[in-house]
């Protein structure tokens, strides 16, 4: 009320405090609390602008106390967010179906939990437009580590995409034989083209039942999360920008800087490194 140039004494009156204590109020220094709390929200702000204002108070936390040491509590992280008008974002997935010509059987059983890489991975394709047309977008995700370990990008959903974001993990990983690549019935996957690939490098082709999400909802949440983090949050005006967009996405934020709460708050990359010194000790 002071602030808004009322008479103090007025003030004072309304509120049914004493002057003297209102001019000592001015005068005493900053709490230890206060200054731990202004140095908080400066971090947490740095922190979120680096996640592209995506991180919410979970994220937040883990970032502060995986990754910069900082010993703070969740409550704590979550009022100052809330304080300082500091939110992530959040959507719902999108969800379409397929024609129903399944070439092979389905070997996952909604049944994502694998203790080792390379022993399942799920691929699917996503499309979004630009001013230019639609880019089309093919993925391959190991589903232990949430690590995408192959992608391709185009200007058309061909069997070739699905083949050469195929090719790229093969040629990353290099999978065991009897490993598991997991699609929905889309035609590029149950193209000779892509069934080939796998069968020639030892993996086993799993396909979904028609139009159920949730048969490959791991792929579908990580769909979800593109949509609302990157591509849903401004105007493409060229298909080389969105392209270029996705691979740094793909390559950089999601495997190397994205913290991920089924993986105890570490990215996919922390993720398995860990389980190979864990292995290695």
Request: with cysteine.
């Amino acid at each position: 009320m002071a602030a808004e140039e009322l008479p103090v004494r007025t003030a004072c009156r309304v509120l049914g405090v004493s002057e003297s204590g209102y001019y000592e109020w001015r005068k005493r220094p900053a709490s230890a609390r206060s200054v731990r709390h202004a140095w908080l929200r400066e971090i947490i702000a740095r922190v979120h602008a680096d996640s592209r204002k995506t991180y919410g108070s979970r994220r937040v936390h883990a970032e502060l106390t995986l990754g910069r040491g900082i010993r703070v509590c969740l409550g704590t992280v979550e009022m100052l967010m809330r304080r300082a008008g500091i939110s992530g974002i959040c959507g719902r997935p999108r969800y379409r179906c397929a024609p129903n010509v399944a070439s092979a059987g389905d070997h996952v059983a909604r049944d994502f939990y694998r203790c080792e890489p390379n022993q399942l991975w799920v691929t699917d394709i996503t499309e979004h437009r630009c001013r230019e047309g639609k880019v089309y977008c093919a993925v391959v995700l190991d589903v232990f580590s949430r690590r995408v370990v192959g992608w391709a990008i185009d200007s058309s959903p061909t069997a070739s995409l699905a083949t050469n974001a195929l090719a790229m993990a093969i040629e990353q990983r290099t999978p065991p034989g009897g490993a598991v690549i997991h699609s929905d019935q889309g035609t590029q996957f149950t193209s000779w083209a892509f069934t080939e690939r796998a069968l020639a490098s030892g993996l086993v082709p799993s396909i979904g039942s028609v139009g159920d999400c949730f048969d490959n909802a791991m792929i579908e949440s990580f769909w979800s999360r593109m949509q609302v983090e990157l591509l849903n949050r401004k105007r493409w005006n060229t298909r080389v920008e969105l392209a270029n967009a996705i691979f740094e996405y793909l390559e950089i934020f999601h495997n190397r800087q994205r913290r991920h709460s089924s993986l105890g708050m570490l990215t996919p990359v922390e993720f398995e490194a860990r389980h190979q010194t864990q292995r290695a000790a």
